[in-house]
């Protein structure tokens, strides 16, 4: 279905229209839309598919990042997993309603806390039009409309999944002006939304460290932060060889280009001679590029010196820093130095170090014994993810259902007064 609306502000005042509609619907009407959207999808799916070859072709010819090509590409088992993602989402529980809190007032007045929408949730981010579906369709389950800034990366590919969504929603009965873009706004478009306070109730923004501090310090409405995954994995000194090797590199191959990926791994001196080379030559077998000390160098052949910036690096990639530390003490103080709060893991058989690490890390999401490719909201059970919040107000880590409602207080008297 086409977007008529010819200015961003519009379009952000029809989905606040619409989010007062969306925020009724049953919990059997917003499994019904959401279920049309995922056949949409794939019956859409040569169009969607066509939409993002066009993005491709533009991004290889202006640059664009290995990293964000990956991000960017849909094929068809692609186009499937998203609608078998929105499915998982229909299945969830109404998050809408729960009953958070309960209690009676002296004089008999009944106090009811319950979730409810935002109303209206803005999302920015870039190269990544699985984002379009996932906010989109994690906001119509919770009640909310959506308006999205997808970046001009992605802007054939986002176009087509919204007008797949859209004409999903028309069909169920569900106001279609729930689902907006501004894209074709461009940066114009982005500063709009950012400044759109009392139209747009939360934003949520998904991408670099740059953008994300642009929309963080740029925006008047008020906005979960998410974060870029400086994340690290500690192979402490009784760390199994199998379970370091298998973690290690499963964490950094298996899709290297997101931000759950592992960027550093820090190594006991006492386990150094025993893990290094086995877990360097089992990286390096996969491609990946191993940036490490002297430690590690001495130890491994074919290692790159790391320089300091190589600890901080976000490399989306097939790189991966490698560091020698002298204990846990060592390897907590280099978390605290260096991690942007995303997830970190440790590797141990010792139980007190396990319980340690879990305690003492500050990050969204702390592991023990696990691949960090597990902090995703699909793997949490979510269905799919707003995001990864690495910030400490009332959302932290991968964000679902929950995290797009708020609350409001019921109060239910006889004609009580206040003395």
């Known amino acids: 279905m086409t977007i008529i609306a010819t200015t961003a502000r519009e379009r952000m005042l029809l989905a606040k229209e619409a989010s007062r509609s969306v925020g009724l619907l049953t919990d059997a009407a917003k499994q019904a839309a959401l279920l049309a959207i995922a056949d949409a999808i794939e019956a859409r799916a040569p169009e969607i598919v066509a939409a993002n070859a066009e993005d491709l072709d533009r991004g290889r010819e ?9 991000r960017l590409r849909l094929d068809e088992p692609r186009v499937r997993a998203l609608a078998a993602a929105v499915r998982k989402v229909a299945d969830l529980p109404d998050p809408v309603g729960r009953v958070l809190d309960e209690r009676t007032l002296a ?17 920015i981010y870039e190269a990544r039009p699985n984002v379009t579906v996932d906010i989109a369709t994690l906001a119509l389950r919770s009640g909310n409309a959506v308006v999205l800034r997808g970046g001009s990366a992605a802007e054939a590919t986002n176009a087509a999944l919204i007008r797949a969504m859209r004409g999903a929603l028309a069909g169920q009965g569900i106001d279609p002006e729930s689902i907006q873009t501004v894209d074709d706004f461009g940066r114009d478009g982005a500063r709009e939304l950012m400044q759109a306070r009392g139209l747009i109730d939360v934003l949520v923004p998904r991408g670099s460290a740059l953008l994300i501090e642009t929309v963080v310090t740029e925006s008047s ?22 379970w370091a090797r298998d973690i290690v590199v499963n964490a950094k191959t298996q899709r290297p280009s997101v931000c759950n990926a592992v960027e ?19 990286l390096q077998q996969s491609g990946v590029t191993v940036h490490g000390d002297a430690a590690v160098a001495a130890l491994a052949p074919g290692v790159v010196p790391a320089s300091e910036a190589d600890w901080a ?31 970190e893991s440790i590797i141990t058989e010792d139980e007190a170090n396990a319980e340690r690490f879990l305690a003492e890390v500050d990050s969204a999401v702390v592991m023990a014994n696990a691949s960090t490719r597990f902090t995703d909201g699909g793997e949490f059970g979510f269905g799919a ?35």
């Open 221 to 242: 409405v008020p906005v979960i932060e998410t974060g870029a995954g400086v994340v690290h994995i500690v192979l402490d000194a009784s760390a199994p060889l199998d």
């Open 264 to 282: 550093t791994v820090l190594v006991h001196r006492d386990a150094a001679a025993r893990l290094v080379p086995p877990v360097v030559a089992e």
């Open 385 to 419: 993810e707003v995001g990864i919040s690495t910030q400490k107000l009332h959302a932290r880590g991968p964000m679902g259902l929950a995290e797009l409602t708020s609350t409001k207080w019921l109060a239910r008297g006889a004609g009580q007064v206040r003395a």
């Open 313 to 343: 690096a976000e490399y989306l990639s097939l790189d991966i820093a490698m560091h020698v530390v002298d204990d846990l003490d060592d390897a907590l103080a280099h978390i605290r130095r260096y991690s942007t709060h995303h997830t």
């Open 62 to 70: 202006s640059g664009l990042s290995p990293s964000l090509q990956d």
């Open 107 to 123: 004089n008999g007045v009944v106090l009811t806390k319950v979730a409810v929408p935002f109303g209206v949730v803005g999302s």
